[in-house]
């Protein structure tokens, strides 16, 4: 399977509410990205952690890193319409390439 | 603002045809990317490029070819092209191979073999 699962596949929420999506992989990593994909769109890097570092916020965005879980989360706090898109995480594990996950669909109602 | 391009958002070729997928980058990075991204599989690397000339396979490289001639172009090359080709395709530049880069994606191609 993938080294990113990205958790859940799907996720609908209406406007204001908070969204969390979850990334576990399988091996150890130096970071891990998260990256959004309007629908038929190229993706857009969102927010970088490093492996020594537990969370991070950028704007609306927090995501938090469990190295002992392999596991990671987006939070997006008071979700917008256009927010709507998949959301994708991708690991480095020091070598020539990241791996990505399946995505998560989220939809976020007005 | 940085840029990553995509010679054709959409493209309808057929059985058997040499197709060819150009990707410009703007951004004097090293590194670039092909990726096709399949529903339910995620994004998977078919090749990337380190430098001019220079070319490494990535996970699924069976059926496709690269050419890097200048830093800023990296083209994706179906030889034959088969139904089981028709995807997205997504090119990408980093400045770095890995470490703590992220990758620009260009709008991506919609490619579909008949």
């Known amino acids: 399977s993938q080294q990113g699962e990205e958790d859940p596949q799907a996720l609908s929420i209406q406007e204001g509410e908070n969204a969390t999506m979850n990334c576990s992989y399988k091996?150890?990593?130096?970071?891990l990205q998260w990256y959004r994909q309007n629908s038929g769109r190229g993706l857009v890097h969102l927010i970088l952690?490093?492996?020594?570092?537990r969370e991070k916020h950028s704007g609306r965005l927090r995501v938090t890193l469990d190295t002992s879980k392999k596991s990671s989360s987006l939070l997006i706090t008071a979700s917008r319409a256009a927010d709507t898109a998949s959301y994708f995480c991708a690991t480095d594990s020091g070598t020539y390439k990241y791996i990505f996950g399946t995505g998560t669909r989220l939809k976020v109602l007005a | 603002d940085v840029k990553v391009t995509q010679s054709s958002r959409y493209l309808v070729k057929r059985t058997g045809e040499k197709v060819f997928l150009e990707c410009v980058q703007d951004m004097d990075h090293e590194n670039m990317f092909w990726y096709r991204q399949d529903p339910g599989l995620g994004l998977r690397l078919i090749y990337f490029s380190y430098d001019v000339k220079m070319k490494e396979k990535g996970d699924i490289p069976e059926g496709y070819s690269v050419s890097r001639e200048k830093k800023e172009r990296f083209s994706l090359i179906l030889e034959s092209a088969s139904t089981n080709q028709t995807s997205m395709y997504l090119c990408?530049?980093?400045?770095?191979?890995?470490?703590?880069?992220?990758?620009?994606f260009g709008p991506g191609t919609r490619l579909t073999v008949t």
């Open positions: 091996t150890s990593i130096n970071n």
């Open positions: 990408a530049s980093s400045l770095a191979l890995a470490g703590n880069y992220e990758q620009y």
């Open positions: 952690i490093r492996s020594n570092e």
